[in-house]
């Protein structure tokens, strides 16, 4: 309920790339850059109160982002997927999600960056990426500045060209503690 209305009081009825970008936006405003307390993987993980702890000044990651993001579109209805970027090559990865576009189909979406990540003037869902032999990184608000963070992350070698990772919905969108099975 709190992800709905967030969305609904910043974002209205946007859907799409436009919603993502909207959340994105809001979300670059508020919540300062740096490492987590908490992220979607830990045990005592709660989408809610982490949440709620970035908007009051907590530092936030790509992964705090992309769980935001997704969790939020998810809960107004717009199809969304947390998708992690491990590129072999490089040391580290990137958390980042794709969201349905009634227009576009998956695309992939940086809530980190409010970017789209496209390939000679495409936006590319996670397969899409996987193939391509280059990828960019394009703006996808309405302000042409640049905004977020790690937008290097998309120069040089396809990140996309290695592994990727879905976790499962329930880590971003769980409530209560993660058991051991």
């Known amino acids: 309920q709190f992800f709905r209305e967030y969305f609904e009081q910043h974002c209205h009825e946007l859907k799409g790339i436009r919603a993502a970008s909207c959340l994105s936006e809001n979300l670059i405003k508020r919540i300062p850059k740096g ?10 993980f709660s989408p809610e109160g982490t949440f709620k702890s970035h908007l009051d000044g907590e530092k936030g990651y790509c992964v705090s982002y992309a769980g935001i993001a997704a969790t939020s579109l998810l809960a107004v209805g717009i199809p969304a997927r947390f998708l992690q970027v491990r590129p072999d090559d490089r040391e580290g990865g990137h958390n980042i999600i794709e969201v ?51 937008v290097d992350f998309y120069k040089g070698a396809n990140p996309f060209g290695t592994t990727l990772v879905y976790p499962e919905p329930w880590l971003y969108t769980r409530v209560g503690a993660k058991e051991n099975a």
């Open 100 to 150: 349905w576009d009634d227009e576009k189909g998956w695309v992939l979406f940086d809530p980190f960056n409010d970017g789209l990540i496209e390939n000679e003037g495409k936006y590319l869902s996670a397969i899409g990426a996987i193939g391509a032999a280059q990828v960019n990184h394009v703006k996808a608000g309405q302000d042409e500045s640049v905004k977020g963070y790690l």
């Open 35 to 44: 490492t987590p307390k908490h992220e979607i993987f830990d045990a005592e």
